[in-house]
């Protein structure tokens, strides 16, 4: 069977949407709090987490979402991509798809013992320049719907969608993260189990 072969870009006119990736708990970044042990368990075959023991602390989970997905430099117009095609075909506008849109991130998580005191999730964007002070903003708003406080004997699984459409940054020395901010009592016991993130994504 003959193979073949295609020179020059490939795009797609609409995008490809309902993709979700399952990120487990390990690949969340829990470094930012001394003194808080996160043992890696085995609930049963197929079921992981990792647990926080009890500790009144603040901590902070980061799941850097650019080691996922990311694309840098623009994106090429469609007029661009057909201009040696004969002018019998039709112009098209600048796509609206630079990569990867993150629809909503979907946390799973146990409370347990005690009650959290607050429990917050943020999508950040950090731009590094040499000898300037990184800038941090919040491109996709304040994330849509709440995360738990209070204990529940089986997970939380809570949605968490930005409020505004919310691409992954295509420019380099930008990083994208989500960050959950967990705030518990002197009892409080915290399961991370992991994150479906939830994305649309186009062929470029």
Do not use: C
Request: hydrophobic letters at 40%; aromatic letters at 10%.
């Amino acid at each position: 069977m003959g193979r073949t072969i295609f020179e020059g870009p490939i795009a797609s006119k609409t995008k490809e949407t309902d993709g979700q990736l399952w990120v487990p708990a390990s690949q969340f970044d829990k470094s930012f709090v001394t003194g808080v042990t996160w043992p890696l368990t085995r609930v049963a075959q197929g079921n992981y987490k990792q647990i926080k023991t009890a500790d009144a602390t603040i901590i902070y989970l980061v799941l850097a979402l650019n080691p996922l997905f990311k694309k840098i430099g623009q994106d090429p117009t469609w007029d661009a991509i057909y201009s040696s095609v004969p002018s019998s075909t039709p112009s098209e506008v600048a796509h609206d798809i630079r990569g990867v849109q993150i629809k909503s991130i979907d946390l799973v998580y146990g409370i347990g013992t005690t009650a959290l005191d607050s429990h917050v999730a943020t999508f950040n964007r950090t731009v590094y320049a040499n000898n300037v002070a990184p800038v941090v903003s919040q491109p996709g708003g304040a994330t849509v719907g709440a995360l738990a406080t209070a204990t529940q004997g089986q997970p939380y699984v809570t949605n968490q969608a930005p409020t505004t459409i919310y691409v992954l940054s295509n420019t380099t020395l930008v990083t994208d993260s989500f960050e959950v901010a967990v705030d518990g009592a002197a009892g409080s016991i915290y399961d991370l189990y992991g994150a479906f993130v939830n994305f649309n994504y186009n062929l470029l």
